[in-house]
């Protein structure tokens, strides 16, 4: 009888030393961060077991940028009372040079946006007229998406504008947490955001995104990992805003090429303007 | 009271005519301020009441149930043009107006500028206190109305060209090319600010909601039972499920200053109380110390000390109402100089550039017209008379206590 009662202690006390840690972690960081936690990856990015932060925030930055690419995407928008899909062909050239036209439903067929450097106008085939969205208007939304004009265009930088950290490890979903912070002299959309990527380093997962009133604005969570001419990146973007109940944006890379040759004359209002 | 005691009373209000003067002035000028501010606020609180329940909200407003907290573009109400007839067969319904809002982007040129789409039935909004009341010229197809603001931002002008790019209620991009026919000002702020009016039916064509609007706004015939109207209409079958709402349970912060002004009167009241007392009872109490030997031989012949009370309150009461009438006569005149103009409470402010007020999405028009009531007069004579009489209870206890000896020797 002793021994089973000295069986049930030791059994207990064990019990409580795997728990705890667990507990003391979950208290003190929030998404489960365990900031000690070494991982046998192999990986660039990874060094001693520790995420080489500089070099996967950077990676992020060019995740689908190259040279240039030609791009077939779909955008799924989702409101509480209707849910609409676009169908797009994009062509960019390195971080300032992009155009995207609208193939399908008919009724938005050959619409199109233009971004060359900071600027941004969209072309409206009905009307035959295009339009500038000056800047006052980036933080709108972009064909009715939840996506912004801002983040077409992006004018902020990752690596230059924003203070970034490794928070540690997580485990929902597995992975690294590196916190983002904008600089106190830029002024921007986003206060923060906290970025997950794989175990790796090499795939985004998930990111939140904080407002200038420290408040969640939206989460981006990226899923489906296909190989695209031999760059490995997620497929899938899907977008979810706080404080829009029933709404969603979901971004899917159908095909990407990477490097192809795009003419320079791609990215002009003529080019807008085409008839296809 | 009987009359030897008013034709002495009368007599001895003028002994001293500068003091007499300057009672009566103060109370004159209480009464004055007293008409001018009530007729002033009651003309600025019929502007802000006449531009919500006319051009804004109307008396009663029918909506999605959740269209007023989300302002969603696919908020809408169905099968309108049945409503309206539905609505508009109630004996106590003057109009009933659906409207279109939609937020959206216009481009005069290449530029963008963010807008609002009012789509509108003009015919009905072109009646007295309806959005485009005052619009004399029918709204032709294709062509658009722009407030005033938001065209001097743009920089457009009538027969200019404008497109106009936004989101339909069913989630495609609408699109399309607009003249301006006229640039508007409007008792609606948003209008001004942002607005470009059009048909109802163009709207409903651009943004793909085909009999479908945001808002029937209901003007009644008269600004009486509004909440048994709205109760009525809650009973309609094809109203069931939407939103009924008042304009007092709409805007109730407006509702919260109309009734504070209405307070306004009562606070100069109070002045105007306070000014007669310390006029009056300072006038007679002057009058009493300097009559102490007559008092003591009216006493002495036999008069009772009662006469002198009712002396003394006469003298108090008839000042109160040569004051009353004088102040009475000055706010009249006041009302009639200022009937056909107006008053430009603007100017008040500064250099003029500022022609109406905004609040809560509302034009405020400055420019007041006072209205007089009879209420105000009697309500100032009835406060004169009250401490008229409250003004003579100390010189008249003292009058009344007098012995006739003493008084004499005074």
Redesign the interface.
Known sequence: MKTIKYYILITGLCVCWSILPGLSASIDKPNNILQSAIIDVNSPFIKDGVLDVNAVVKHFEDLYRSASSISEVELK?T??????TLEMKMWTKGEEKALIVIQS?A??KD?ATLKVDNNLW?Y?P??N??????PS?MM??W??SDFTNDDLVRESSFTKDYIYKLAGHTENPPGWQVDLIAKPDIVGLWNKFELIVSEDGTIPLQAKYYDRRDRLARTIIWSDVKDFDGHIIPSKMLLTPEDEKGQKTEMIYNDINFNVTVPDDMFSLSQLERKR | MKARTIQIAWRNIGRNKKRTGLAMLAIAVGQFALLATNSLMRGYTDNIRIAITGPMIGHIRITEPNWAEER?L??VLNDVNEMIDVIEDESFVDSAAARIYAPV?V?PK?????GTVVGVQVQTESKDYGLLSGFDKPLEKGKVLVGHILAKKIETNAGDEI?I?G?AA????A???FIVQDIIKCPVDLINQLGIVMSLGEAQELFVMPDEAHEIVIRNKTSEQVNAAAESFRNIPILKNTEIQTWEEIVPQLVVILKTSSYVGYFILIIVFIAAVAGIANTLVMSAFERFHEFGMLLALGSSPFRLVRMIVSEAVLIGLLGVAIGTLLGIGFIIVTSDSGIDMASWGGDGQVEDMAYQGLNLPLHVFPRLEIFDIILGLCGIMFTSLIASIWPAWIAGRLEPMEAMRA
């Open positions: 928008i409101k509480p009372r209707n849910e609409r439903p009724r938005e619409t969209n409206l009905r009307i007229r295009t339009i500038r969205i000056p208007l709108n939304s064909m009715g | 969603a696919d908020l982007l481009a290449e530029d963008a500028f963010i497109a790019v989101q069913d989630g495609s991009l699109n399309d090319l």
